[in-house]
């Protein structure tokens, strides 16, 4: 088991009030995603719909990197509007040690290769540093 060093993962989830405000959640949803992709510090990514909740996954090199991102102008208009789409938002944030069974995964995930189905597998085996 190899395990890499410390990494910050930010985990939200919001409702929409109605079906009106998708188009808005999804037009700043794809913003904010493409400016975390090419965000510093950023290793992950992901966007998906689960019983009635948008999630987003996002990890990090560090908790600084991703409160940079949370202060660029696509996270920041996304937020100005999350009373006008949204009835409920949450957001989790966590340190965490992710650990890949091989030294082909490592290799993948440090040059962003990783397959989503591959990373999620390793990252529900982490162990929580708090």
């Not at 102008?73 to 091989?102: C, E, L, W």
């Amino acid at each position: 088991m190899i395990v890499l060093s410390q990494y910050y993962v930010s985990v939200t989830g919001s409702l929409t009030k109605n079906w009106r405000s998708i188009p808005t959640l999804y037009y700043h949803s794809k913003c904010v995603y493409n400016e975390a992709k090419s965000s510093r510090g950023n290793l992950y990514l992901l966007m998906f719909y689960s019983k009635g909740l948008y999630m987003t996954i996002t990890v990090w090199e560090s908790r600084d990197a991703m409160r940079e991102f949370y202060h660029g102008p696509a996270h920041f208009s996304a937020m100005t509007n999350t009373n006008d789409v949204g009835r409920y938002a949450k957001v989790h944030g966590y340190y965490t040690v992710i650990q890949m069974s091989s030294r082909q995964q490592m290799m993948q995930f440090t040059n962003g290769e990783m397959e989503d189905e591959d990373f999620a597998g390793s990252l529900y085996q982490y162990t929580v540093i708090a």
